[in-house]
């Protein structure tokens, strides 16, 4: 079973909104990167300041490196108001000249920074059980008696750059938040806007009465959904024509239906008045015969409806078409002896004459075609079934010698209950029903019916041909 698709609205909403929400996730971890990158690019400038400062107050005194550091910033290094600092000086020769000489000395690899005119490098250590941020700056150092490098290292902790990236965090949720809140408020009245036109074409159709099937409008909605209307206006139509067809079906049948049964209602009444009983049993044989044309009348009604009122399709299953015309052949061949008439059936032995339908309306084309034949042929005439496989398909022929039909009615004869002037005369009991449910059958088979004049007599020729499969 198929899935239903569900809410046009919740879909369009889900496929508007999640992207959209993805797309700010996105943004909003960009953004906060690029943010952090630019707070640890100010606070390293700042580390590097703290450094180069402590860096101007180292000298050489009496070859000896020392580090000119006043009580006062020592206070503002070890106590800083933004988090704890802590600085090394250590001497050309490794030796430690002031600060904390546990202080994690710089990893082997780690670059020199590009960003700054100084020999400088930033990384990560962790002191005292929490991680610092240590920038290690190389100071020439030199007077008359020796010269060299010194290495001057100051250390903070992230308390600061932590609440400061807490504080990024923040806003930029917070920003991304409303952002996205507005866009879906947006997005929700502008889908409700775009849908208000299917809405308005439910509301015309929930409101219609069950009698209108007139077309609707396609331009109560857009362009896109406008081949849907007329497809559903297409479908009323067809809705009419049906509707129309079942009632000119309805009053044709029962008209046809009446005269039979006014025929039996009469018949019967002369039957209750008759005392002589010759006189009475032939008025029951004509009872019979009149009862005998009603069934004949009402089967074939009910073959037609169910044809034209079904639903149109078939059970495609193999069926030998000389089979279903020989069985035909025979269940006729009493009423062709009873007239005198030469039925016969021809077919090629071992000839293919398989089309794929289903048997019992095959059946009903092939026995209405034979029984028309039989029916409006004078006694002494002949009718022949012919089967065969042609280049074409599997042809099935059925030719009478009987009156024939004119040109000019071979298209009407295939309306319902209509019957040719010469098919009057030779058989006034007819239904008028043949032919109409032997197109209908051959419509729904795929296959094509024709009429002709017989090649050697004023009769009738009718060819169907079914497609190769």
Do not use: C
């Not at 990384?123 to 020439?140: C, D, F, K, S, T």
């Not at 009465?209 to 206006?233: F, Q």
């Not at 002589?276 to 004509?286: C, E, L, N, T």
């Not at 029984?371 to 280049?391: F, H, K, M, W």
């Amino acid at each position: 079973m198929r899935k239903a698709p569900g809410s046009l609205r919740n879909q369009l909403l889900r496929w508007l909104i999640l992207p959209l929400v993805a797309l700010v996730a996105v943004n909003a971890v960009s953004l906060y990167r690029d943010a952090l990158e630019a707070g640890d690019i100010a606070y390293d400038r700042s580390l590097l300041a703290s450094t180069r400062a402590l860096a101007e107050r180292v000298s050489v005194r009496d070859g000896k490196v020392v580090a000119d550091v006043p009580y006062v910033a020592l206070d503002s290094f070890e106590t800083d108001t933004l988090g704890r600092i802590y600085y090394k000086v250590t001497g050309p020769n490794g030796e430690t000249v002031s600060g904390y000489d546990d202080l994690p000395p710089v990893p082997e690899g780690v670059p020199r920074s590009d960003l700054y005119p100084a020999l400088v490098r930033f990384y990560h250590a962790e002191y005292n059980g929490e991680p610092v941020r240590i920038a290690a700056l190389h100071q020439p150092v030199f007077d008359d008696s020796m010269r060299g490098i010194a290495l001057i290292q100051v250390g903070e902790t992230l308390d600061a750059r932590r609440a400061l990236s807490r504080r990024i965090l923040i806003n930029t949720l917070w920003r991304q938040a409303l952002l996205v809140l507005a866009v879906a408020t947006l997005v929700w009245f502008a889908v409700r806007l775009v849908l208000r036109p299917l809405m308005a074409l439910k509301n015309e159709v929930e409101t219609r009465s069950l009698s209108d099937l007139s077309d609707v409008d396609p331009a109560l909605v857009h362009k896109e959904v406008r081949p849907l209307v007329t497809a559903m206006n297409g479908a009323m139509t067809r809705m009419q024509n049906l509707i129309a067809s079942q009632r000119r079906f309805i009053a044709d049948a029962s008209h046809q239906l009446r005269t039979p049964l006014t025929v039996l209602k009469t018949q019967a009444e002369l039957a209750l008045r008759e005392d002589d009983p010759a006189a009475m049993r032939a008025i029951v044989r004509s009872i019979a015969g009149t009862t005998d044309s009603a069934i004949h009348l009402a089967n074939r009604l009910l073959t037609l409806a169910r044809i034209e009122h079904g639903n149109g399709s078939v059970a495609s299953v193999p069926v030998s078409l000389a089979a279903v015309a020989g069985q035909v052949g025979l269940e006729l061949a009493p009423l062709a002896v009873q007239k005198g008439i030469d039925l016969a059936l021809e077919a090629e032995d071992g000839a293919d004459t398989t089309v794929h339908g289903q048997e019992l309306l095959l059946h009903e084309l092939v026995s209405n075609l034979a029984d028309n034949a039989i029916r409006y042929t004078p006694p002494g005439g002949s009718v022949q079934l012919r089967v065969a496989r042609t280049e074409t398909g599997v042809l099935l022929e059925v030719t009478d010698s009987g009156p024939g039909i004119l040109d000019a009615e071979m298209e009407k004869v295939f309306m319902p209950f209509y019957r040719a002037q010469a098919s009057l005369e030779a058989n006034p009991g007819g239904t008028g029903l043949g032919l109409a449910i032997v197109r209908d059958i051959a419509t729904m088979h795929g296959a094509t019916l024709a009429l002709e004049r017989a090649p050697h007599s004023h009769g009738l020729k009718v060819s169907v041909l079914f497609a190769p499969h």
